[in-house]
T-cell receptor
């Protein structure tokens, strides 16, 4: 069974601080996908990134970076120089590489609420 | 614009009412999902439809009845709900260019009195 753990329920930082959101996953599959989504106050989850299990290269996109460590089953997300607009709930998710009924159904973590104070 | 539109955004209903939530996407996606998001709980998968056929039912009580008349529309019919069913109901469609990527609507906030 798949499981995603986001141990940090809520993180509070001051603008311009760096912040790392942790994600630890469990799966028996050797091939899988990992995701991060952002849920702003408006409600809709917005896709940020997908990694597949064979690609451990870290990725940077502007102020966002992701550190995928297969050895520790972690896929952490760092925001550099945080801004108030980064305030949101962030979800880590995992899905198997084989579609179930034609869909790659992700398992979501509980989410981490990030509050960035001015 | 998210590409996935949910109506109504807010709904208040009594336990004996019958109401429906609607989800619409014109992204050309073939799979659509219903999730339930309650306070302090993880996102709960409810139903998945692929090419109008239900492929997942995550042990959802029968007071929730989904309907998918075509790949662009998904409904969730609500009947004799309980106060604990109050939650944000999120619809998503599954993209085809990035495997597993979901496109979410803004959700329908349901309050059951």
């Amino acid at each position: 069974a798949q499981k995603v753990t986001q141990a940090q329920t809520e993180i509070s930082v001051v603008e311009k601080e760096d912040v790392t959101l942790d994600c630890v996953y469990e799966t028996r599959d050797t091939t899988y996908y990992l995701f991060w989504y952002k849920q702003p106050p408006s409600g809709e989850l917005v896709f940020l990134i997908r990694r597949n299990s064979f690609d451990e290269q870290n990725e940077i996109s502007g102020r966002y970076s992701w550190n995928f460590q297969k050895s520790t089953s972690s896929f952490n997300f760092t925001i550099t120089a945080s801004q108030v607009v980064d305030s949101a709930v962030y979800f880590c998710a995992l899905s198997e590489a084989i579609a179930s009924g034609g869909s790659y159904i992700p398992t979501f973590g509980r989410g981490t609420s990030l509050i960035v104070h001015p | 614009e998210t590409g996935v539109t949910q109506t109504p955004r807010h709904l208040v209903m009594g336990m004996t009412n019958k109401k429906s939530l609607k989800c619409e996407q014109h992204l050309g996606h073939n799979a659509m999902y219903w999730y339930k998001q309650s306070a302090k709980k993880p996102l709960e998968l409810m139903f998945v439809y692929n090419f109008k056929e239900q492929t997942e039912n995550n042990s959802v009580p029968s007071r929730f009845s989904p309907e998918c008349p075509n790949s662009s529309h998904l409904f969730l019919h609500l009947h004799t709900l309980q106060p604990e069913d109050s939650a944000l109901y999120l619809c998503a469609s599954e993209g085809t260019s990035v495997v597993g990527e979901l496109f979410f609507g803004e959700g329908s906030r349901l309050t059951v009195l």
